[in-house]
């Protein structure tokens, strides 16, 4: 049995964590009553740390479209697009983020995970060179892992870093991938993409952005940061996922590049994952209408991040650098994070709790994520019941 010793120091862990009350690796919605509320061991609770942007998971349109692939198609693919082929729904998605990007390369994977290693371990392979912004997600630092590329990390959002490391490479960085994220997940901080897709044109390197969180969220179409900064015709790949703004589950990569169609043949985690169920190839295909046709649901969106930023700065509550729909919330040192998260949640707001070493910088935060569907009631909830700690 000692295989299993090493899961001493997890029940450890986890003994600790149930010490400080109700543990926040298993907290159970037992009821969702809408996209912003849901019941937890009993108690009314705010959402207030879902992703749930847009605020379509309840969408009618959505649920809809969902139940009718259902109906017509049954309820799971049973197998991988390379083995069991793919539906005329996986392909008509694919064209459907291809037109939403302006680009004429879509291909669609089962999870946003899957999407990250399954383009990184084709993309880059031992000898290859990966530049990679310290605060990115972990499944872009295991994409570049499983690829067995040369990993270098360059100071979050620092593009004298990045230069730096550019130049140390010298002629190699012509063989290069950068890789950052749109809006990064924990702070809510977006990267400066112009001046990385200068760094990239300048030293001839490909970039990859991971817009997984501001897909929905920023640049006149809702198309990401990309967008945003006027850049998204010069990212070489541009991933992301349907679990956050769109409401569903599954991942994509677009590009202006024709080998995007040959990562199929390549890709591990997209050749032997099952594929997507029909039920969210709709519901994703539908939420995209709806992301295009609604940008109320943007500005909405913007609104209510402006009123928590504002609401919990003027608590003299230390936040992440910028306005954005992802509002962390930063404890000091000697605040103990799990008994002050119980209270918020006793107090009926879920947030996410953010602690060493899955926080950017060695400090605990409170991360809220702000949706389209907060009332403006449940928002004053959420900053009450932070200024009640």
């Known amino acids: 049995m000692a295989l299993l010793d ?13 010490a400080a009350g109700q543990d926040p690796t298993s907290v159970v919605i037992d009821e969702l009553i809408s996209p912003t509320e849901g019941m937890v061991r009993g108690r009314y609770t705010i959402l207030a740390g879902t992703n749930n942007y847009l605020g379509l998971t309840f969408d009618p349109a959505c649920v809809a479209a969902g139940k009718k692939a259902i109906d017509e198609l049954g309820t799971g693919t049973t197998g991988s697009r390379m083995a069991n082929g793919s539906f005329a729904a996986h392909t008509a998605l694919e064209r459907d983020l291809a037109d939403f990007f302006q680009l004429p390369y879509g291909m669609v994977f089962s999870t946003g995970y899957a999407a990250n290693l399954g383009m990184l371990s ?33 100071r979050h959002n620092d593009l004298s870093s990045l230069e730096k490391r550019l130049q140390r490479l010298g002629d190699e960085a012509k063989n290069c991938l950068l890789i950052t994220e749109g809006m990064y997940s924990v702070l809510g ?38 967008e945003a900064e006027g850049v998204s015709g010069e990212v070489d790949f541009l991933v992301g996922t349907f679990s956050k703004s769109l409401g569903a589950m599954g991942g ?24 997507s169920s029909p039920s969210i190839i709709a519901s994703t295909r539908e939420a995209l209408r709806q992301l295009r046709a609604r940008p109320e649901l943007r500005e909405t969106l913007w609104r209510n991040a402006n009123r ?43 947030t996410n709790l953010m602690i060493p070493p899955a926080s950017p910088d060695g400090f605990s935060y409170f991360r809220c994520s702000v949706s389209a569907a907060h009332t403006e009631e449940q928002l004053e909830k959420i900053i009450s019941a932070f200024a009640s700690l």
């Open 6 to 18: 090493k899961f001493a120091s997890t029940l450890s862990i986890r003994e600790k964590l149930g």
């Open 122 to 154: 084709a993309l880059v392979k031992p000898g290859d060179t990966v530049l990679l912004d310290a605060d990115c997600h972990a499944s872009l630092y295991d994409g570049c892992q499983m690829s067995g590329a040369n990993l270098f990390r360059f």
């Open 189 to 226: 901080d977006t990267a400066p993409l112009a001046g990385i897709v200068e760094l990239k044109n300048r030293y001839g390197a490909l970039l990859l952005v991971d817009e997984a969180h501001s897909l929905g969220v920023y640049g006149e179409n809702g198309c990401g940061v990309a």
């Open 252 to 275: 994509f990569c677009v590009s202006p590049h024709p080998e995007l169609e040959l990562i199929r043949y390549v890709s591990r985690p997209f050749i032997f994952t099952a594929s």
């Open 308 to 350: 928590l930023y504002q609401g919990l700065e003027a608590l003299g509550l230390p936040l992440g650098p910028q306005v954005s729909p992802v509002v962390a919330v930063r404890l000091s040192r000697d605040q103990e994070p799990l008994s002050r998260w119980n209270r918020l949640l006793n107090a009926g707001v879920y």
